[in-house]
């Protein structure tokens, strides 16, 4: 049995002995969908420099003007948002609806903000950075689809609260994680005793948070990366592999397991 081999069985037995497993998904897991990340050697940032911090900042000061110059910044993030579009679903995606089937996996905290998981058929997903198709009122934190609402009249105004600024869902650099999303990842962590990291970097909070709490609270970690991050060495097995290849089998062995 080769180093891999030896690390989906630990990870199959730590996943069976668990009682809530949470997976803790970042871009990594989209990368098989052809969708870039933002870090490492392939990464936007790394190849095309750091994005503007402050996003948040402008749409607060001027919300209408933030609506008119959507345009132009689809066209800056051409690349990830032409990937976005034609993205569907990969092999890991589908091994972690299988899992969650299987009564495996309890949660999906995603700062993935593709939708795929929801293609792929997952049920219990929280997405901590928001959903690209979807709308948002910055204050109640009410979310339409995209296409439901009229853009008419910029900036869009929520019609539940009636004074709250609609934006897309997606959360901004320097805009706060919204309060529900935040509460339920809080939640779940209080309660998971097993996360996976899934083709997360690890490095933005307050997601890089979640695994540290939970390690300290007596809980196991399993990484699934094919590179090193800042948490491998609080990680109890480490699976360096794509997701794909990974998480399919991680749910191969379990399945051969319980029959
Ligand atoms: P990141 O870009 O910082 O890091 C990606 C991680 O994935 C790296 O550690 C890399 O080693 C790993 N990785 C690369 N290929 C992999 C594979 N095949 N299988 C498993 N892991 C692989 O990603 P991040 O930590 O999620 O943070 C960046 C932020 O950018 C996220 O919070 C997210 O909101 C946003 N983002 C989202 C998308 C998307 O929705 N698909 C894409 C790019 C960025
Ligand atoms: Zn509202």
Redesign the pocket.
């Known amino acids: 049995m080769n180093d891999l081999e030896q690390a989906i069985e630990e990870a199959a037995r730590l996943i069976r002995n668990a009682r809530h497993v949470v997976a803790l998904v970042?871009?990594?897991?989209?990368?098989?969908s052809g969708?870039?990340?933002?870090?490492?050697p392939e990464?936007l940032w790394t190849k095309h420099g750091e994005p503007d911090l402050r996003d948040y900042d402008r749409f607060v000061e001027d919300p209408k003007r933030w609506w008119e110059q959507r345009r132009e910044r689809a066209s800056r993030l051409g690349e990830?948002v032409q990937a976005l579009e034609s993205a569907v679903p990969n092999a890991?995606h589908f091994a972690l609806r299988d899992l969650e089937e299987m009564g495996r996996l309890q949660h999906i905290i995603t700062?993935?903000?593709?939708n795929l998981h929801q293609l792929a058929g997952s049920q219990a997903i929280t997405e901590i950075?928001g959903n690209r198709t979807k709308l948002r009122c910055v204050l109640c934190n009410h979310r339409w689809p995209f296409e439901d609402f009229s853009l008419e009249e910029l900036p869009p105004r929520c019609p539940d609260c009636t004074s709250g600024i609609v934006k897309s869902d997606t959360v901004m650099f320097g805009e706060p994680i919204p309060r529900d999303a935040l509460d339920e990842c809080i939640n779940q962590s209080r309660r998971c005793d097993c996360m996976l990291l899934?083709?997360?970097?690890?490095?933005?909070y307050p997601?890089a948070q979640f695994p540290v709490d939970v390690k300290s609270s007596g809980g196991v970690l399993i990484e699934?990366?094919?590179?090193e991050?800042p948490l491998t060495r609080l990680c109890d097995v480490v699976l360096r592999a794509?997701?794909?290849e990974a998480l399919t089998a991680v749910v191969e062995r379990l399945g051969s397991a319980t029959q």
């Open positions: 970042g871009a990594g897991l989209s990368a098989e969708v870039p990340t933002f870090r490492g990464g990830l890991g700062q993935n903000i593709d950075h899934v083709g997360t970097s690890a490095v933005v997601a699934v990366n094919p590179n991050t794509p997701a794909g």
